[in-house]
């Protein structure tokens, strides 16, 4: 069987015509999360027991888990095996990788076998990972969940705070997802916090100023904006209050060149008559295309400019990989470089 979607799965776990060996995995892990629990409680009726559901997390004895996908059930229909973050990445050439490809193909009957990552993402390109998925295809069901799209989002956001007899000013959702990023676990928690925290019905901007707490990412573009926008105080308050809560600076080095390279690819994309979508397909953005649209259409730096800010980006960093420097001065007199290049660039 192929790759499943949402809507299939729903579909299997509602008929209760389930398949054999599932896996769950994807970088949307509350998805993860959400639907290894409702499989198991599809399977098990909410009623798991020691004769009919057996759980494994982290390192596994391949023996146990062959023998538990061969117990017959107990007083129910289904016996239920869920493993839990089966590191496949760091499997070694002598681990016992035929096993467990042998295992899932003997699946059937009476047991239902859960492969599922809620707290990490296997690299999709690792060998053995491939013969896995294609082992559960060929078996079983596949359910990847990739990042939501912002729209997708905001219904969450507005579903969440409906269900607390809220509702959000216009704009305030697409505001919370640009400081907060598009973790569906982090948007959760600060949609309850702001639910908790307003005094009337509607959530404001005000509301969300007060509460919320930016994102690393959305607090260095806010120096990459303030940069472009000449503010050089704003943007070395920013950079101190990202110091005081003692954040990495090669993180941040890392997240400043990726805003220039976005920059720079928006830039000639624009000059090119491409729109956002085109430019996002083209470089492969993917899940990231939601910081291509933060600076789409924004650049007010020549094509040169851009370059140099670029190459001086790259300096640093190969700067950072010397013997101990001293990090955040670096970034300061980079900062001090960057708007040097918007100052020569307005002059020009």
Known sequence: ??????????????????????????DEQMYVKDYTRKICDAV????????????????????????ATQVIPFMSEFNCVLTEDIFFDLWKKD???DYFLDIISRVGGSTVLVISMPSYVPKTNAKYFEKVEKAVKKHGSVCR?????????????????????????????????????????RLKNETDKLCAYSSGEEITLTDISAVV???????IFDITDAVMRGQGSRAYEILDRLFSQREIPDVILTVLGNNY??????????????????????????????ALKKVYNS????????LESIRAIIAVDQAFKSLNPDKWLMLEQLIAKLLLFVKENKNA
């Open 145 to 185: 969940f990739e990042k939501l799209n912002d729209s997708t989002l905001e219904k969450h956001i507005t579903k969440w705070a409906g269900s607390q007899g809220k509702i959000f000013e216009r704009g305030c959702s697409r505001q919370l997802i640009n400081l907060c990023g598009s973790d569906l676990h």
């Open 95 to 97: 681990d016992p990788k």
């Open 213 to 219: 707490v930016p994102n690393l990412e959305s607090r």
């Open 299 to 306: 650049s007010r730096l020549s094509n040169e400019a851009l």
């Open 44 to 67: 098990t009726e909410k009623a798991p027991s020691d004769f009919n559901f057996h759980a494994f997390k982290g390192e596994l004895d391949l023996a146990e888990l062959d023998a």
């Open 261 to 290: 390279i976005d920059l720079y690819r928006a830039k000639l994309g624009v000059e090119c008559g491409k729109t956002f979508q085109e430019i996002a397909r083209d470089f492969d953005y993917g899940n990231r295309s939601f």
């Open 1 to 26: 069987m192929p790759a499943i979607s949402e809507a299939e799965l729903k579909k299997q776990l509602k008929t209760r015509s389930f398949s054999p060996v599932y896996l769950i995995y994807g």
